[in-house]
T-cell receptor, first 115, second 111 residues
Framework: NAGVTQTPKFQVLKTGQSMTLQCAQD?????MSWYRQDPGMGLRLIHY?????ITDQGEVPNGYNVSRSTTEDFPLRLLSAAPSQTSVYFCASSKAGTWGTGELFFGEGSRLTVL | GENVEQHPSTLSVQEGDSAVIKCTYS??????FPWYKQELGKRPQLIID?????GEKKDQRIAVTLNKTAKHFSLHITETQPEDSAVYFCAASTPGQNFVFGPGTRLSVLP
């Protein structure tokens, strides 16, 4: 298994541009989520999904959009990039029935810089 | 909602010494407390976890203790080694809810 795969690993955007961070997992995990990591602030939840066709907002959802059309994929869209969205983004997944009670498997991260 | 605090934010220890990182949580309904280790430039990975029906759990050189009454839990690393240098995150959650992570502790093990 490849686990959780994120692309791209690095991206530089100009203010106002849009882009999509891709996330795919091959473990048949039901739960998927997106976090952003900023210095001194830990991991903050952006959006999450408990299954195909179901998404919900996390702690910091503004400026981001998600969809979950398949079990495997959970892309994160930045609609109009702002410098405040400069961060490292992590996708994470967990097995069915372990939402909030079991291991989160993280991708390698995507470092985004917005100029 | 849940709030997780973590201390210290940075910790330096001599190789071979012990390290302790403490977290407090606010929601008494939280019952699952994992610890993640993130090496520089890498992804966070689970190293140990504890559930509210257990007071202590050990795995070789690492251990976690939980005090439900005081709503705090701690990570203990004994006989620290250079490869223990990393950022450590604690988290708290309940079934069907998302994790809330602490802000992290940067541990440096000095040779």
């Amino acid at each position: 298994n490849a686990g959780v795969t994120q692309t791209p690993k690095f991206q530089v955007l100009k203010t106002g541009q849009s882009m999509t961070l891709q996330c795919a997992q091959d473990m048949n995990h039901e739960y998927m989520s997106w976090y952003r990591q900023d210095p001194g602030m830990g991991l903050r939840l952006i959006h999450y999904s408990v299954g195909a066709g179901i998404t919900d907002q996390g702690e910091v959802p503004n400026g981001y959009n998600v969809s979950r059309s398949t079990t495997e994929d959970f892309p994160l869209r930045l609609l109009s990039a702002a410098p405040s969205q400069t961060s490292v983004y992590f996708c994470a997944s967990s097995k069915a029935g372990t939402w909030g009670t079991g291991e989160l498997f993280f991708g390698e991260g995507s470092r985004l810089t917005v100029l | 909602g849940e709030n997780v605090e973590q201390h210290p934010s940075t910790l330096s220890v001599q190789e071979g010494d012990s390290a302790v990182i403490k977290c407090t949580y606010s929601d008494s309904a939280s019952n699952y407390f994992p610890w993640y280790k993130q090496e520089l430039g890498k992804r966070p990975q689970l190293i140990i976890d504890i559930r509210s029906n257990v007071g202590e759990k050990k795995d070789q050189r690492i251990a976690v203790t939980l005090n439900k009454t005081a709503k705090h839990f701690s990570l203990h690393i004994t006989e620290t080694q250079p490869e223990d240098s990393a950022v450590y995150f604690c988290a708290a959650s309940t079934p069907g809810q998302n994790f809330v992570f602490g802000p992290g502790t940067r541990l440096s093990v000095l040779p």
